[in-house]
């Protein structure tokens, strides 16, 4: 079974930088792609970033700029960047990765969800 755990967020004043990281463990022969997701208070959980297997990237347009997704495959690791915090970044995060275990069977897994905290 493939877990994932997360760095711990935290709180940060506006305009401030806080990086994440997730740490993926268990039978995994290779990692599809990495996503970081995020959902605030009364709010549906939606995308932040997501790379590729490919290298390619996407991001949300509220966080394009600001943020830089990135990924150790060796490592199984992932990492999200965040830079010019603003309060409206104030959320629990999740990791995702999909990817295919050594039985070949393919996986979709989360973190534990991380809270980040952006004051003004």
């Known amino acids: 079974q493939v877990q994932l755990v997360e760095s711990e967020g935290g709180l940060v004043q506006a305009g401030g930088s806080l990086g994440l990281s997730c740490a993926a463990s268990g039978s995994i022969r290779n990692i599809d792609a990495m996503g970081w997701y995020r959902q605030a208070d009364g709010k549906q959980r939606e995308l932040v970033a997501i790379?590729?297997?490919?290298?390619?990237?996407n991001y949300a347009d509220s966080v394009k700029g600001r943020c830089t997704i990135s990924r150790d495959n060796a490592m199984n690791m992932g990492y999200l960047q965040m830079n010019s915090l603003k309060p409206e970044d104030t959320a629990v995060y999740y990791c995702?990765?999909?990817?295919?275990?050594?039985?070949?069977?393919?996986?979709?897994?989360w973190g534990q969800g991380t809270r980040v905290t952006v004051s003004s």
């Open positions: 790379i590729r297997s490919d290298g390619s990237t």
């Open positions: 995702n990765f999909l990817g295919r275990a050594w039985s070949l069977r393919y996986f979709d897994v």
